[in-house]
């Protein structure tokens, strides 16, 4: 994974200024803003060399000497950090493993500003003006996806330890493989590369990984998926790839969503996540308007809502300070989206792949989602649906079209497909009705 650091004139060539090694970093902390007093209470790290094999794996709980935050998102417990180190305990570790190196982060503004806050009480001072590698940014920018769990199903990278902060980092460092190999000769991509690299020198002398993963077992039983995940893990609110600030703040809202405790009164943490993305406040209502529309609309893609999405609604309308939507009128604005898209039933394939028959649409901003190996890279796919303005990542109700190698295939892709009624079709179908949209577009441009 030969990645180039020196970056000449903007319309100079890039040379390769020497090999770059990495350190893919995840945080778990008790909420969203070290100035209002939030802490770390997990780290994970990846060291990565420059061909981006693995050289080691670094984790450990910190006791955040104040309340642990959400447990049912991070797992961890108040009785978990009791005895665990102190940040200023493992500064010098941490400092010790990130030197010399890129620092990368799936949304990188978030765990920079904790590793800023926490450092600093130690005499490590990163600059305000540092910023690390961010694989958010750029899943969003070449893949189209920009939450870590849906990135990951459009490239069928694992997730199965998510919100720990080691199987995040884990995750983090396959897709940063899978960002240099599209991006690698890329100008911005290189420039990135080399303003991440960590601006402290190497502290101590002695080797870090005195201090390991919490103990699963001494932690209790791992917390057990919903049946469906619920509306704030799937909603994709369309947004350019540039607006980085947003998509920063959307990224972060849905863990507010998620542990239900803030009310129409309490929007300090929304303020605080707000701050943390670099994001001007009077945009809030008008992005808050857009999320829950699209909430509400992939609650009613399959013709009907369930109690709990309803009670979902109800929640995001609070946090968000909106009114609740109005679902008949709602309803009747997907169908008619539904009827605006492009309609392909696909020939007869070969023997090998045997058609499916089944009917799908496409249309602007809609999700097309892959399982199991294409003969197309599924990094090649998720950037042609990018530039046809598609979206990919995890199965929702608003998916369009389930892509798979085997139509009968068992996985969880393919029983929500199944759930929510979406249709399911091989590779070899999917990909001459994507050509024929394709062509729609270019025509209509012209």
């Known amino acids: 994974m030969k990645v180039l650091r ?18 893919v970093v995840d945080l778990e902390t008790t909420g969203f803003s070290p100035a209002r007093g939030d802490r770390i209470v997990e780290l994970g ?6 061909g981006g094999a693995v050289e080691q794996e670094w984790t450990t709980l910190v006791n955040p000497q104040r309340h642990i935050g959400a447990t049912h998102v991070h797992g961890i417990r108040a009785r978990d950090v009791v005895d665990a180190p102190l940040f200023g305990d493992v500064a010098a570790d941490v400092v010790d ?15 920079t500003r904790f ?94 990984g005195r201090l ?52 129409v009164t309490e929007h300090e943490r929304l303020r605080s996540i707000a701050e943390v993305a670099g994001f001007d406040e009077g945009r809030l209502p008008e ?16 013709g009907s809502i369930s109690d709990a999405e309803r009670e979902q609604l109800v929640q995001i309308a609070l946090v968000l300070d909106l009114p609740f939507p109005d679902l008949r009128r709602a309803s009747s604005d997907v169908s008619a ?10 020939a007869v394939v070969d023997d090998a792949a045997p058609a499916t028959g089944a009917a799908f649409s496409l249309s602007p901003g809609c999700r097309v989602v892959f399982t199991g190996t294409m003969s197309c890279p599924r990094e090649e796919w998720a950037q042609r649906l990018v ?25 969880g892709k393919g029983k929500n497909a199944l759930k929510y009624g979406i249709p399911v079709v091989t590779e070899e179908e999917f990909a001459p009705v994507f050509d024929a949209y394709v062509s729609t577009l270019s025509t209509n441009s012209n």
Request: some cysteine; overall charge negative.
């Open 337 to 346: 989206v539904g009827r605006a898209s492009l309609v392909g039933r696909p």
């Open 97 to 111: 493993l990130l030197a010399g190196r890129t620092i990368v982060a799936h949304n990188q503004a978030f765990d």
């Open 212 to 263: 390991t993963a919490r103990d699963v077992a001494a932690t209790g039983s791992p917390i057990p998926e919903a049946a469906e995940p619920p509306l704030w893990q799937r909603v994709t609110v369309p947004l350019p790839a540039g607006d980085v600030a947003a998509c920063v703040y959307l990224e972060l809202l849905a863990d507010v969503l998620d542990d239900g405790f803030i009310s």
């Open 387 to 411: 530039a046809a303005g598609l979206t990919t990542g995890t199965v929702t109700k608003k998916t369009a079209v389930l892509v798979a190698e085997d139509p009968t295939t068992q996985s």
């Open 115 to 208: 590793l800023r806050a926490e450092l600093s009480l130690h005499g490590f001072v990163i600059p305000d003006s540092y910023s690390a590698l961010c694989t958010m940014v750029w899943s969003r920018r070449r893949f189209g996806a920009a939450k870590l769990a849906d990135v990951c199903a459009a490239l069928g990278i694992d997730l199965t330890d998510a919100h720990s902060a080691l199987g995040d980092a884990k995750a983090t460092a396959n897709l940063l493989r899978a960002l240099n190999e599209v991006a690698g000769r890329d100008r911005d991509w290189a420039r990135d590369v080399a303003r991440g690299v960590f601006p402290i020198e190497r502290s101590i002398t002695h080797a870090a």
């Open 287 to 302: 992005l808050h308007a857009k999320y829950l529309e699209a909430a509400t609309a992939e609650a009613l893609a399959d």
């Open 45 to 50: 790290v990846v060291l990565l060399d420059d």
């Open 6 to 23: 020196d970056v000449e004139s903007a319309d100079g060539p890039i040379e390769n200024g020497g090999a770059v090694s990495f350190a």
